[in-house]
């Protein structure tokens, strides 16, 4: 009979490896970008073997900040967001399953004339974001168009 004390060694390592790093999954909309990001320092984090079985193998506790992008007619970015943090335990490949009600809902409530695009930010763990760290970490990624300079 195999023992399963290795998979819950893998399981510590791999969630020390995830608080470690900070690490967040960031999806933007509409191109579908998705990538590692460290949540607190706003940097790309290079999707190692570790990291990638980390986030990917293993079932976390999630908390998803989800975001639509706006811009008002003066010009202002702002973003209309939510946070959730569904029950039990997920592998990353089906939070999309998980977020979907919501993301949809989120956008539905949104201005269309200023809506300009929208994402989510999964952490693994059970760590939540608070406003302006979302907005950083969306900013970051490149969620609003850079503002032009008026000549």
């Not at 009600?101 to 539905?108: I, K, N, Q, S, V």
Request: charged share 25%; with cysteine.
């Amino acid at each position: 009979m195999r023992s399963t004390l290795p998979r819950a060694r893998l399981e510590r390592i791999s969630r020390a490896i995830l608080r470690q790093f900070r690490v967040s999954v960031v999806n933007i909309d509409p191109e579908g970008r998705q990538g590692l990001m460290d949540w607190k320092t706003c940097k790309n984090i290079a999707p190692s073997h570790k990291i990638a079985e980390a986030v990917c193998d293993i079932a976390h506790r999630w908390v998803i900040y989800i975001g639509a992008f706006c811009i008002d007619d003066q010009g202002r970015r702002y973003m209309k967001s939510t946070e959730i943090a569904p029950d039990g335990m997920y592998k990353s490949d089906s939070l999309a399953e998980v977020l979907e009600h919501c993301y949809r809902e989120l956008l539905a409530g949104c201005n269309p004339n200023h809506k300009i695009g929208s994402g989510w930010i999964a952490v693994p763990g059970g760590k939540g974001l608070d406003e302006d760290q979302a907005y950083r970490v969306f900013d970051a990624c490149g969620a609003w168009p850079e503002r032009r300079a008026v000549a």
